[in-house]
C-alpha cells in the first residue's frame, strides 16, 4: 500500500515548505487482532524495529504508532511481522491557508427589499428576508441557459420533512466561528494531534494544537497575540472546535538549544470550515446575511475542527478517527465526549492526490466511511481545484464516497473544477459563492471589520470559490432527500439524486457541453427534481424540450425540403424530449404523449392521446410530431397511476427563416 498523505483544504492554492518534525514518523497500522495492542509496550521492538510510541486510540480496529526507523524499511519490517494487516505512513504536507477572497461589504441599504437582480434570474427576491441573496443565484430554477442552476427556491413547494426532525452534518473541516448568520452549535469535536514540530526557515518548534490562557470571547481582537507564558497545549481530542489557535511570531534566540524560543503567539483562524458550513444552514430569513441551500431551520451542523488553523492541514489519522466519532463508534477517544446520536450526512471538502487503493479492507479511510455508511450516514467529498481528471484524488474517489465536482450557472465545468471521466459523479454551483468568512487578517484588522463588517468580525462575509463550496451544497440536498423519505438508505439516495440530476451534454445552441468532453456521467443536481424522485407517493415529468426538426440546418437545405414536400410539413415537425425524474425507464414507468387545442390546462379529458403504432405502452422519452394541435404535453404512469400532465413550450424552439 502506498504512503498516506494529509488532507488539505480544496482551495486554489500553492504549496508551501514542508515541516520536519522533532518527533519520530508516525503510522497508522490496522491490528490482525487489536486486542494485542493491550501487551504493547513503548520504547519495545517489533520485528527489529524499535517502535517508541503505540497510542491507545483505537478506530475501526486502527491505531496509531510511532517509530524511529527508516520508512520503507520499516513499513516492510513491521508488515511481515504478523501483527497488522496494513501500515501506512501517516504524513503531513502544508498548504497556503486560504484563497484569495473578495470581501462583501454589508450596510443598511442591502437591507431593503429589492427588485429582482439580472444575474438571479427568476428569483423572486422579496420571497427572503436574506439581503445577500441576491447573490445566491443557485437557487434559481434549472432551465435553458441556467443548467447550472439547483431549483431549490422551487424546490421548497413540495419538500415535507417525514423524518420528524432536523438533519446533522458533520463538517469535518477547520471548525466553527461565531457569526451573526450561524446558530450556535449544539455538539463539536476536535481532532488535532498535538505534536511538536520544526519550522527550519524559522529555526524554532511549536505545537500546533495551542490556546490561549487570555482568548478573547468577545472576539474583539484582545487576543490576537500572546505571551508565551499564557500559551498552553490542548489533548489530540476535545468538545472544542472552535477555529483559533496561535503560532511564534516573536522570538529569543536560546544558547543551550541553538533554537529560537518563542515569546509571543499570533493567532490564526482559517475560516474555511464556517463558510463550508454556512453554505449549507445559514440562518434563514433573519434579515442577515445569505439565504444558503437548506437553512438552520431543517439541518443541525455539527462541526468537526481537523484542520489545523495555523498550517491549513490535517493528519488523516485525525480525518479517520472524526468519521468513526461522528458515526457514534464504540471506539473511546480520551478527553472527549461521545457524540449523543450518529449524523446523518459526513461533509469533507478537503482532499490530496494519493494514487493508492482506496477501497474497503485496503484503506483505512475507505473502512471508516463503510463504517458510516453501514449505519445509514452519506458522505460526501469534493473533487478537488486541480481543473484535472481526479482520479487519484481521495477521499472523494474512494469507495462509498459521493464524490462532487463545480460548475458555473450555465451548467458548464468549473474552469478550476476536477473531475472523473468514467465515474458517476454530481456537480453543482461552486463560483463566485458568497459566504460568511473570517480569517487571520480579517480578525486582526479592525479597520476592515469597521469598514466592511459594520464593526463586528462576526458580521463579515466574502466570495469565494472551489469544489469546497460544491460539496455542501450536494450535502445540503442530500439531507432534503433523507428528510422528504427516511426509508432510503445512502446508495439510493445518491441514485435519487444522481438519476434526477441534468446531463448537460448539449447547449442551447446544440453543441457539446465542455461537461460532457470531460465528465459525461457527471450529472448536475436538481434539487426540485431530487425532492419528488425520492417521494414515492408523487410521479413526476422531469425537464422537457422541444427543437424544431430543420435546427441548425442550412437555409438552401431547408427550402429545397420545402420545396419538395411542402412547408407546412417542414415547418410544422417538431422533436419533442422528456425525462422522468430517474431519467431512465428502468423504474417501470411508461409515458403518455397528449395533444390539444384547448385554451385552458391540459387534462386527460380535454386533450387527445397520441398513441405508439402497435398501440403498446410508450416507453421511449422523445417523439417526433407534425404539430397538429396547438399544445402537447405528457405525463408518466406507473402501475396505473399518473401524474398531471406536463406541457411542452414550443416558444423555445428555434425556427429557420424560412419557416417564419
Known amino acids: 500500500m502506498k504512503k498516506s498523505k494529509l488532507m488539505k483544504i480544496l482551495i486554489l492554492s500553492s504549496l508551501i515548505a514542508s515541516t520536519s518534525t522533532f518527533a519520530d514518523t508516525s503510522y497508522i497500522v490496522k491490528w490482525n487482532d487489536v486486542s494485542q495492542l493491550n501487551s504493547m509496550k513503548d520504547d519495545s521492538f517489533v520485528n527489529n524495529v524499535k517502535v517508541k510510541f503505540f497510542e491507545r486510540t483505537t478506530f475501526g480496529g486502527y491505531s496509531v504508532i510511532v517509530v524511529e526507523d527508516n520508512v520503507d524499511l520499516t513499513i516492510s519490517r513491521l508488515t511481515d511481522s504478523g501483527l497488522f494487516a496494513s501500515v501506512v505512513e501517516n504524513t503531513k504536507i502544508h498548504f497556503e491557508k486560504n484563497e484569495t477572497t473578495i470581501p462583501v461589504k454589508l450596510n443598511q441599504a442591502n437591507i431593503v427589499l429589492k427588485p429582482k437582480n439580472p444575474i438571479t434570474y427568476s428569483i423572486d427576491l422579496n420571497k427572503f428576508k436574506d439581503p445577500l441573496v441576491e447573490n445566491e443565484y ?13 431549483s431549490a427556491l422551487e424546490a421548497k413547494s413540495v419538500f415535507k420533512n417525514n423524518l420528524g426532525r432536523k438533519a446533522r452534518v458533520a463538517v469535518l473541516d477547520s471548525g466553527y466561528f461565531p457569526h451573526e448568520d450561524m446558530e450556535t452549535p449544539k455538539e463539536q469535536a476536535k481532532f488535532i494531534k498535538s505534536a511538536m514540530y520544526y519550522f527550519p526557515e524559522g529555526n524554532y518548534a511549536y505545537n500546533l494544537a495551542l490556546n490561549c490562557l487570555t482568548q478573547d470571547p468577545t472576539n474583539s481582537g484582545l487576543d490576537a497575540t500572546c505571551d508565551a507564558s499564557n500559551i498552553v497545549t ?13 503560532k511564534p511570531s516573536k522570538f529569543v534566540y536560546n544558547e543551550q538549544t541553538k533554537l529560537n524560543d518563542p515569546t509571543e ?40 475542527k481537523v484542520i489545523d488553523s495555523c498550517t491549513g492541514s490535517a493528519l488523516t489519522s485525525d480525518l479517520i478517527k472524526a468519521i468513526y466519532w461522528a458515526a457514534k463508534s464504540d471506539d473511546t477517544f480520551e478527553g472527549l465526549e461521545p457524540i449523543s446520536e450518529p449524523v446523518d450526512v459526513i461533509n469533507l471538502s478537503l482532499g490530496s492526490n494519493k494514487n493508492e487503493l482506496c477501497e474497503v479492507g485496503y484503506n483505512a479511510f475507505a473502512d471508516a466511511v463503510d463504517y458510516a455508511k453501514q449505519k445509514g450516514i452519506v458522505v460526501v467529498a469534493a473533487l478537488g481545484n486541480d481543473g484535472v481528471s481526479g482520479d487519484i484524488f481521495t477521499p472523494a474517489t474512494c469507495n462509498g464516497v459521493i464524490p462532487v465536482s463545480s460548475n458555473n450557472v450555465h451548467g458548464q465545468l468549473s474552469y478550476f473544477s476536477s473531475y472523473l471521466s468514467d465515474k458517476r459523479t454530481l456537480s453543482t454551483i461552486g463560483e463566485d459563492m458568497t459566504l460568511p468568512k473570517v480569517t487571520t ?14 464593526g463586528s468580525i462576526e458580521s463579515c462575509y466574502a466570495t469565494g470559490q472551489g469544489t469546497s463550496y460544491s460539496a455542501p451544497i450536494v450535502s445540503g440536498l442530500v439531507s432534503m432527500v433523507l428528510m422528504q423519505n427516511p426509508s432510503l438508505n445512502p446508495d439510493e439516495i445518491f441514485n435519487v439524486i444522481y438519476d434526477s440530476g441534468n446531463k448537460f451534454h448539449v447547449n442551447e445552441a446544440g453543441n457539446s457541453t465542455n461537461m460532457f468532453r470531460n465528465a459525461p456521467e457527471n450529472r448536475i443536481i436538481n434539487f426540485k427534481e431530487a425532492l419528488l424522485a425520492a417521494d ?10 422541444v427543437s424544431h426538426s430543420m435546427n441548425g440546418a442550412s437555409d438552401k437545405y431547408v427550402q429545397k425540403m420545402i420545396s ?27 409515458f403518455e404523449v397528449y395533444g390539444t387545442n384547448a385554451a385552458e390546462a391540459m387534462t386527460v379529458s380535454n386533450s387527445t392521446l397520441i398513441e405508439t403504432d402497435d398501440k403498446s405502452p410508450r416507453l421511449q422519452t422523445s417523439l417526433v410530431i407534425k404539430k397538429d394541435f396547438a399544445n402537447y404535453g405528457v ?20 425556427l429557420n427563416i424560412s419557416c417564419l
Do not use: M
Not at 437548506?294 to 455539527?302: A, H
Not at 487578517?441 to 469597521?450: A, E, G, L, Q, V
Not at 405525463?635 to 428555434?654: H, P, Y
Open 265 to 304: 503567539y499570533k493567532i490564526c483562524i482559517n475560516g474555511h470550515g464556517l463558510s463550508v458550513a454556512s453554505s449549507i444552514a445559514a440562518i434563514q430569513n433573519n434579515g442577515k446575511g445569505i439565504a444558503s441551500a437548506v437553512g438552520s431551520e431543517n439541518i443541525d451542523i455539527v462541526p468537526v
Open 138 to 150: 443557485y437557487h434559481d430554477a434549472q432551465k435553458d441557459f441556467t443548467n447550472g442552476a439547483t
Open 635 to 654: 405525463r408518466v404512469c406507473k402501475i396505473g397511476k399518473c401524474s398531471e400532465i406536463k406541457e411542452f413550450d414550443f416558444s423555445t424552439a428555434e
Open 441 to 454: 487578517t480579517t480578525y486582526i484588522d479592525r479597520n476592515f471589520i469597521d469598514t466592511n463588517c459594520q
Open 564 to 590: 419538395s414536400h411542402g412547408k407546412d410539413n417542414v415547418c410544422s415537425t417538431y422533436k419533442l424530449d422528456w425525462q422522468d425524474v430517474y431519467q431512465s425507464n428502468s423504474k417501470g414507468v411508461d
Open 234 to 246: 490542548l489533548g489530540d481530542q476535545t468538545n472544542n472546535a472552535l477555529d483559533k489557535s496561535w
Open 536 to 545: 414515492n407517493e408523487t410521479l413526476h415529468v422531469g425537464k422537457t424540450t
